[in-house]
């Protein structure tokens, strides 16, 4: 079945330590985004990208970074300059930018 | 910048009841909008899609009308069972936030048996 698989599910970050979040999809989709999610709060974008090797800003992207090297990865980093990084993080692909988003399960980032 | 609001933040019925979720965003030049359900500590699952050209949908006991003119959407779900328990979100795409998603904080529905 297609989808969209985020891991690890949980991951702890100490202090000055960059951690990576993995994203991958086998939708043969061409957009990848990547969202924060803190309690009582909507969905905010930190990262999109439409096609493979480009990459654009959302509205919260201080301290995170992201690659697209392949059109099924979208990988993001939490550098150490994010300050306040527990959160619920959500990848999400779809075919085109105005087409339904499709959701992986999610990965929870909290600090030791 | 749009702000997206859904109103109540929580709800809490009795089986069978009817429900009714809003949505509201204070630029109504929407294109298109889409109902998602999340339950806990899981991602996000589409409901409902609905087309700028459309007014509403419908899928099985959910129905999810879109009014324009007033910036609003409601979500229907008919008969509520405890399984429908989740948080329900919306989201629009605007051409004020270049057709990125917009997001609601949601509304989380609990179906009591």
């Known amino acids: 079945d297609g989808g969209i698989t985020q891991s690890p599910k949980y991951l702890f970050r100490k202090e000055g330590q960059n951690v990576t979040l993995s994203c991958e999809q086998n939708?043969?989709?061409?957009?990848m985004y990547w969202y924060r999610q803190d309690p009582g709060q909507g969905l905010r974008l930190i990262y999109y990208?439409?096609?493979?090797?480009?990459?654009q800003k959302g509205d919260i992207a201080e301290g995170y970074s992201v690659s697209r090297e392949k059109k099924e990865s979208f990988p993001l980093t939490v550098t150490s300059a994010q300050k306040n990084p527990t959160a619920f993080y959500l990848c999400?692909?779809?075919?085109?930018?105005?087409?339904?988003?499709?959701f992986g399960d999610g990965t929870r980032l909290s600090i030791l | 910048k749009q702000e997206v609001t859904q109103i109540p933040a929580a709800l809490s019925v009795p089986e069978g009841e009817n429900l009714v979720l809003n949505c509201s965003f204070t630029?109504?030049?929407?294109?298109?909008l889409q109902w998602f359900r999340q339950d806990p500590g899981k991602g996000l699952t589409s409901l409902l899609l609905?087309?700028?050209?459309?007014r509403e949908q419908t899928s099985g006991r959910l129905n999810a009308s879109l009014d324009k003119s007033s910036g609003r959407s409601t979500l229907y779900i008919a008969a509520s069972q405890p399984g429908d328990s989740a948080t329900y979100l919306c989201?629009?795409?605007?051409?004020?936030?270049?057709?990125?998603?917009?997001f609601g904080a949601g509304t989380t529905v609990t179906v009591r048996a």
């Open positions: 939708l043969n989709h061409d957009a």
């Open positions: 999400a692909s779809t075919k085109g930018g105005l087409q339904p988003q499709h």
């Open positions: 630029d109504s030049a929407i294109y298109n």
């Open positions: 990208s439409q096609i493979v090797n480009d990459f």
């Open positions: 609905i087309q700028s050209s459309q």
């Open positions: 989201a629009g795409h605007h051409r004020s936030n270049d057709y990125k998603l917009s």
